[in-house]
């Protein structure tokens, strides 16, 4: 009676007891409810991959994978592309809203009709096609300026900027003779200028503060 009553007692052992791994089990079976109260030593309740230094999150500095020996900006090379195709692209809508003014205006006593929507479309287009081909050769020769320049010089600041400008106006202007590239120098030289200006104006900004 006593080994029955024992053995009834305790059903979660029995069945724990009856399969093993590999079949049967000769060794001691614990049931959930007994192993719930046994302390796990040695155990760390966060996993190792979880058990991270907070201080190697921390990035002062920006983590690039860059080439050997390449700058961590981009130089007059990489923007070459950019700076043409950003100036073709504004040229050509530039010159399309000039061409429906100028269509708009020239056709203004005609009546809404085919012939006026064809010349209006005409005058977008040349005028779209003149200022993309205007810009982008401006573009082009600045870009290849710069890139002379700064690889003769072996430095990249503000002057290869300044010079690139002066030289891309006067060759730009070097069909209208003498007077006119000197005028194209100029108004090289004051835009390249201005530009510099205005991206050196918070250095520039700063310094005149701390000064004073």
Same mark, same amino acid.
């Given at each position: 009676?006593?080994?029955?009553?024992?053995?009834?007692?305790?059903?979660?052992?029995?069945?724990?007891?009856?399969?093993?791994?590999?079949?049967?089990? /000769?060794?001691?079976?614990?049931?959930?409810?007994?192993?719930?109260?046994?302390?796990?030593?040695?155990?760390?309740? $966060?996993?190792?991959?979880?058990?991270?230094?907070?201080?190697?999150?921390?990035? #002062?500095? #920006?983590?690039?994978? $860059?080439?050997?020996? /390449?700058?961590?900006?981009?130089?007059?090379?990489?923007?070459?592309?950019?700076?043409?195709?950003?100036?073709?692209?504004?040229?050509?809508?530039?010159?399309?809203?000039?061409?429906? &003014?100028?269509?708009?205006?020239?056709?203004?006593?005609?009546?809404?009709?085919?012939?006026?929507? =064809?010349?209006?479309?005409?005058?977008?287009?040349?005028?779209?096609?003149?200022?993309?081909?205007?810009? +982008?050769?401006?573009?082009?020769?600045?870009?290849?300026?710069?890139?002379?320049?700064?690889?003769?010089?072996?430095?990249?600041?503000?002057?290869?900027?300044?010079?690139?400008?002066? @030289?891309?106006? =006067?060759?730009?202007?070097?069909?209208?003779? @003498?007077?006119?590239?000197? &005028? +194209?120098? @100029?108004?090289?030289?004051? @835009?390249?200028?201005?530009?510099? $200006?205005?991206?050196?104006?918070?250095?520039?900004?700063?310094?005149?503060?701390?000064?004073?």
């Amino acid at each position: 009676m006593d080994k029955e009553s024992s053995g009834s007692s305790n059903p979660d052992s029995r069945r724990a007891g009856g399969l093993g791994l590999f079949g049967s089990s /000769a060794g001691p079976q614990y049931s959930k409810t007994e192993l719930a109260g046994v302390p796990l030593t040695g155990m760390s309740p $966060l996993s190792p991959y979880l058990n991270v230094d907070p201080r190697y999150l921390i990035q #002062d500095t #920006d983590e690039f994978i $860059l080439p050997t020996g /390449a700058n961590k900006t981009r130089g007059r090379f990489e923007l070459a592309f950019f700076t043409i195709g950003g100036c073709c692209i504004t040229g050509a809508v530039s010159g399309a809203v000039n061409g429906l &003014r100028m269509g708009l205006s020239e056709t203004r006593n005609m009546a809404w009709s085919k012939p006026r929507n =064809v010349q209006i479309l005409n005058m977008v287009t040349r005028q779209g096609a003149t200022w993309a081909n205007t810009l +982008g050769s401006l573009a082009l020769l600045y870009s290849a300026f710069g890139v002379i320049i700064e690889k003769a010089r072996g430095a990249e600041d503000d002057l290869n900027t300044i010079a690139a400008g002066t @030289l891309t106006g =006067v060759l730009y202007k070097s069909p209208g003779g @003498l007077r006119g590239a000197a &005028r +194209g120098g @100029l108004v090289g030289l004051t @835009l390249s200028g201005l530009y510099a $200006l205005y991206s050196n104006w918070h250095h520039l900004k700063g310094s005149s503060s701390t000064r004073y």
